[in-house]
């Protein structure tokens, strides 16, 4: 009679151990799945925020100078922040559109994030007449309580032909 009472207890216990290996397992992969959703929204707010960095930072309102500076603070954190603070009025209109943009790089437990990005440049002169060229910038993001700010911004050199 022992042994049929043994075999009953070690059959819980493993059924125990069992159900113990697949709540585990569960709770790695909720915590997983959680992380994930959290660095997809990092990645999903640093590109949205660096693609509207480039296209404001690139872009200049000769015959508004102080609301294009006001646009030029509002997506930026130092030392880029300071930098514009005290550069000169834009002495020229230039309208930037976003060919595209993508993240190079993503911490999000430090809060950085590096983009790189091609802008359309329509430059308008005074008189009227207009010239368009392509950049390639790369933009260095850093997160602010205010949400993602580029910190740097630099024109990528294209290697002549």
Known sequence: MTAPGRNARTRRGLAWAVALVVLALGGLSHRQARSD???DRARAGALAAGR??????TSADAADPAATRARWL??????????LGAAPAPDQTVRASLAGAALTALDPAAGTA?????????RVSA??????DRRRVTVSLTRTGDGWKAADLATVPVAAA
């Open 74 to 83: 509002s997506v930026t954190h130092a030392p880029l922040h300071d930098r």
């Open 127 to 132: 008189t009227g007449g207009s010239s368009t």
């Open 52 to 57: 509207t960095a480039v296209t404001v930072l």
């Open 37 to 39: 959703t959290a660095d």
């Open 114 to 122: 590096r983009l790189i990005a091609v802008v359309r440049l329509e």
